[in-house]
């Protein structure tokens, strides 16, 4: 095997006939040897010897090699009293070595921060945006501070050449920090909003014209405060379309971040408003809610915004409802009190949850009060399970109808609420949950009865029971369909008239048993026994 390090000894030759290279030992200079390649003899001479060209530092053209001394420094020991002869200083290790993965890591992230923040600050500006509502103010600490940052690290990043890197950092800071300035879109506080967008938009309806100077002033300032641009804005947008609808502002006082997606979720439910209604933040922690495209009066989006806290006043000149939000009316209660039937503050926290704007939580109170004895708060509770079943979007209809079986106590209000549900529910083409019809049979509610039997008609099994249970009224409508059922519906029909007929019933009954299979003969003679032995 080759040695791990060349062998310096050996000698490299190039045969004068085929000019091929070979080394050789030393021992051989002076000898004949033949070539492998050509078979020629020749002696190995100086003539035949390849020597290499020799390299000296100073025939390189590199100014890198200008660092290093050409003179050596003196030692450590010098002679007392003579001064050492210095040639240069000596070089910073710094400028000597590559640099670091840590330096341009740095470097690149310092630039790409800056990029970052600049197409931030062009692009998420606009309506809806990252940076909507943010002052201009805030807009420059956060440009000033990542500027500063990166000019940080692109000197950190380049030490053989700091003043370059400073010159280029300070040109990137400077036009991060003037990007504020041209795209303002969204920007400045709700004062410099309103002097950007003036006192009123073109063509808006201005109704402080009519007020007295001092009034004016207060609405102005009251705008200034608010920040009613965005609102303004959507006011005039509708007025120019020329829609029926309407916008107006909820000015929601110290609402949690965290719970500001549940309001606006909330709010776009019970007011069926446009799903562009946006929150804008304002100083001190509130936000401005623009609801746009909704039907309802400024005093009615109060009522609905009262469960979000206390309403504090209505500004009919401006469309704003100001509302001190309660963010404690967001956390649910302890499930174990919730959940157990015993406790004593088992109504009264579930009564609670029923009144909660987040659906989930509203579904499990139901759920658990579907199971519980109506004990205390029957009415309260009935009469919100009442307004819940009418609310539209809501998944869990039947469980409220299970719920209301057991809390209504007096027979009419629940039964007609579900029955108008039933009815959308039948024109939209949706599922019908059998716990609607359950709660208006229960309740005796007749007007179900043509409803139910096209349904039984249509499906008899999962129907025929809770048709069954209206009793003798639905026997006048069963002998008028009886002629045109067969097989199953016939089956279901005989047996829903041995349970309800009459008197009527029994020719409807014998007519059928001509024919009869041998299993509907057997039904239709259960149900003659039956309808004699009620006779």
Not at 314 to 322: G, H, L, N, T
């Amino acid at each position: 095997m080759p040695p791990p390090t060349p062998d310096d000894s050996l000698l490299l030759i190039r045969c004068p006939s085929c000019a091929q290279r070979f080394k050789v030992g030393e021992d051989l200079r002076e000898r004949t040897v033949e070539c492998g390649g050509c078979e020629h003899r020749f002696r190995i001479t100086d003539e035949v010897i390849v020597r290499g060209r020799k390299f000296y530092p100073s025939e390189t053209k590199s100014q890198g090699l200008n660092r290093f001394q050409r003179v050596p420094l003196p030692g450590a020991e010098s002679v007392i009293g003579v001064q050492p002869v210095r040639y240069s200083k000596t070089p910073d290790p710094a400028i000597l070595e590559p640099a670091s993965p840590l330096r341009i890591l740095a470097g690149g992230v310092g630039v790409a921060g800056m990029v970052l923040i600049t197409m931030l600050l062009m692009f998420g500006n606009g309506h809806g945006g990252v940076l909507d509502g943010m002052p201009l103010e805030s807009r420059l600490v956060m440009a000033g501070f990542v500027a500063f940052l990166g000019v940080v690290m692109l000197v950190y990043a380049n030490p053989r050449a700091r003043l370059k890197a400073l010159a280029v950092g300070v040109i990137l800071g400077g036009g991060l920090m003037a990007v504020p300035f041209f795209f303002t879109a969204g920007s400045g506080s709700p004062r410099s909003q309103q002097r950007v967008s003036g006192d009123e938009p073109s063509g808006a309806v201005t109704p402080e014209k009519s007020l007295e100077p001092a009034e004016v002033s207060a609405t102005q300032a009251l705008r200034n405060r608010i920040g009613t641009s965005p609102l303004d804005a959507e006011i005039q947008r509708l007025a120019v379309e020329g829609s029926s609808k309407q916008a107006a502002g909820l000015w929601l006082r110290g609402l949690s971040d965290s719970n500001r997606f549940r309001v606006r979720d909330y709010i776009l439910r019970v007011t069926a408003a446009d799903p562009a209604s946006h929150f804008y933040p304002r100083d001190g922690g509130d936000y401005l809610l623009v609801v746009t495209g909704i039907s309802k009066s400024l005093q009615e989006l109060a009522d609905l915004a009262a469960v979000l806290g206390q309403t504090e006043k209505i500004y009919p000149e401006i469309s704003v409802v100001e509302v001190r939000v309660r963010n404690e009316v967001f956390v649910e209660g302890p499930i174990e009190k919730l959940s157990r039937k015993e406790d004593p503050a088992f109504y009264d926290l579930n009564k609670r949850e029923l009144e909660s704007i987040d659906l989930e939580r509203v579904k499990r109170a139901v759920q658990r009060l579907a199971v519980a004895e109506p004990k205390i708060y029957r009415s309260d509770i009935t009469r919100r399970l009442i307004l819940l079943l009418a609310e539209e979007g809501l998944d869990f209809k039947g469980n409220i109808c299970s719920a209301l079986a057991i809390w209504s106590e007096q027979a009419g209000p629940a039964s007609a609420a579900a029955l108008n549900v039933l009815k959308k529910l039948i024109v939209d083409n949706k599922a019908i949950p059998q716990e609607m019809i359950a709660l208006i049979v229960k309740e005796k509610n007749t007007d179900v009865i043509p409803i139910l039997d096209e349904l039984w008609f249509k499906n008899p099994m999962p129907w025929e029971s809770l048709y069954a249970d209206l009793g003798p009224q639905i026997e006048a409508t069963v002998i008028e369909r009886f002629p045109q059922t067969s097989g199953t519906i016939r089956y279901s029909a005989v047996r829903i008239l041995g349970r309800v007929g009459g008197a009527d019933s029994l020719p409807v009954l014998s007519a059928a048993l001509s024919s009869a299979d041998p299993e509907l003969r057997v039904l239709i003679d259960q149900a003659q026994k039956s309808i004699a032995a009620r006779r």
